[in-house]
């Protein structure tokens, strides 16, 4: 029996930590995306799509400031 619980508390403990790392990983790349929308409110929206396409694209993090720094001028562009 407590080699359960120990099993139990490692498990539950290494799944909350990489549940918070995805989730700072999340909230980084959605704070990236924004800091390239400024005060223009439409631009934040486009940069927050921007940013769904390129998850769905699988753009690796390495690259999405360069791959988000494109999509903002192509926005000043049109």
Avoid: C, N
């Amino acid at each position: 029996m407590d080699y359960f619980i120990i099993l139990v508390a490692t498990v539950s403990g290494l799944y909350f930590h990489w549940w918070l790392y995805r989730r700072i990983q999340r909230w980084t790349d959605r704070d990236l995306a924004l800091s390239f929308g400024g005060e223009d409110p439409a631009k934040r929206d486009y940069m927050l799509s921007r940013l769904q396409e390129a998850q769905r694209q699988g753009v690796k993090r390495k690259e999405l400031d360069t791959w988000l720094k494109k999509a903002a001028e192509e926005y000043q562009a049109a």
